[in-house]
């Protein structure tokens, strides 16, 4: 038996896990090679003498000592981790709606903005949720951006961008086959430009009154689920091909962070970090080394669908319709009410989460210190 040991293998290896791994090959006369690399011991079997070796890994992670700790993996399990002593979550009130909500964002006059996958776009009151204004159009609505104090712009399944006015929801321009798929994510740059991700691969930059394109950025080699504007100079976008890209708004150079292992689908900021978010892992980056702070990997069987920063907290949601907050990284409240997949959560004044799920409802919950 060959043994190779790979660098700091001791921040993952303690001496009994090291022993768990060579007591695992001892025992089988066919373990030929044992290397130790990142927090995963491999194990390689030889059939027969031949060639052919089959791999086996088994992974440790660090548990959580220090929040001050970098490069730490935590393992969590919601029913580890039940404690609302600190804070709890309440439901306060749900909204029945006419389609499904696909995208909210909350207006630079503090009022609730909804876009339904039918074509229904709304506008509440963030103070009693009662309903302003609503308006349906014939277009199959995936994703919505404020550009200005008095205009958004929609995004479809079908790739067209609609731009609206605010005041009475009436359609300034279209832009049919803005993107030859699904336009994922929507956000403003600057005064002038907004951004496009969309399922086939690419982000684009737009003039935003005149809806003209100004150029193509061949981001990412799968689908581009999510952008998030990070400060005036800088925005990540998150990809199915598992990476997070820094784009300098300025001149378009860019610069990966790899780190996940499936589709990156939330991004956010906590203080000075970015946090991005799969369907299992949640990782926050130090931009100025561009490395990792803190990576958790949850256990939860059911996988992540959403992604919000909740009064400073990380917050995400399940595709079982449950919320997990996350406070200082040590307590978790879990909430469950609906059994259907969260879509999309924002945060809204007086400190209220909304969520909308997979069937024509969204909730409106109330945070307890």
Not at 32 to 53: K, M, P, V
């Amino acid at each position: 038996m060959f043994v190779m040991n790979a660098i700091k293998i001791d921040e993952y290896f303690s001496l009994k896990n090291k022993f768990e791994c060579l007591s695992k090959c001892s025992s089988n006369y066919d373990c030929s090679l044992l290397t130790f690399l990142d927090n995963e011991c491999i194990l390689y079997y030889s059939r027969n003498s031949s060639d052919i070796f089959e791999a086996h890994s088994l992974s440790f992670y660090m548990k959580i000592r220090n929040l001050d700790d970098l490069d730490i993996v935590e393992e969590l399990e919601s029913s580890d981790y039940l404690d609302d002593n600190n804070f709890t979550v309440l439901e306060e009130n749900t909204i029945y709606v006419k389609g499904i909500v696909y995208s909210m964002i909350t207006l630079s006059n503090s009022n609730l903005l909804t876009v339904s996958k039918n074509g229904i776009i709304s506008i509440w009151n963030s103070t009693d949720f009662k309903l302003i204004k609503s308006k349906t159009i014939k277009n199959v609505c995936k994703t919505v951006c404020e550009i200005s104090s008095d205009r958004i712009i929609i995004g479809t399944f079908y790739g067209n961008l609609l731009l609206f006015d605010l005041k009475d929801l009436k359609i300034l321009r279209w832009f049919t086959k803005a993107h030859s798929k699904a336009i994922n994510s929507l956000i403003s740059l600057d005064s002038n430009l907004f951004a496009s991700g969309s399922s086939d691969s690419t982000i684009k930059i737009w003039k935003k009154d005149a809806l003209e394109l100004i150029r193509i950025l061949n981001a990412h080699s799968h689908e581009v689920l999510v952008l998030f504007k990070y400060n005036t100079s800088h925005f990540f976008s998150g990809s199915c091909d598992k990476s997070v890209k820094i784009w300098n708004i300025n001149n378009f150079s860019s610069f990966f962070l790899n780190g996940h292992y499936d589709c990156v689908i939330g991004l956010n900021r906590v203080k000075n970090y970015l946090v991005s978010a799969s369907n299992d892992t949640i990782i926050t980056w130090n931009l100025s080394t561009k490395s990792k702070v803190k990576t958790i990997l949850l256990k939860e069987k059911i996988k992540i669908s959403a992604l919000v920063i909740w009064n400073g907290n990380i917050t995400v949601g399940f595709l079982d319709g449950s919320i997990m907050v996350f406070n200082n990284f040590s307590n978790i409240t879990i909430n469950k009410s609906v059994s259907s997949e969260i879509l999309t959560m924002v945060q809204v004044e007086n400190n209220k989460l909304i969520t909308s799920f997979a069937n024509p409802l969204i909730k409106i919950w109330n945070y307890n210190f």
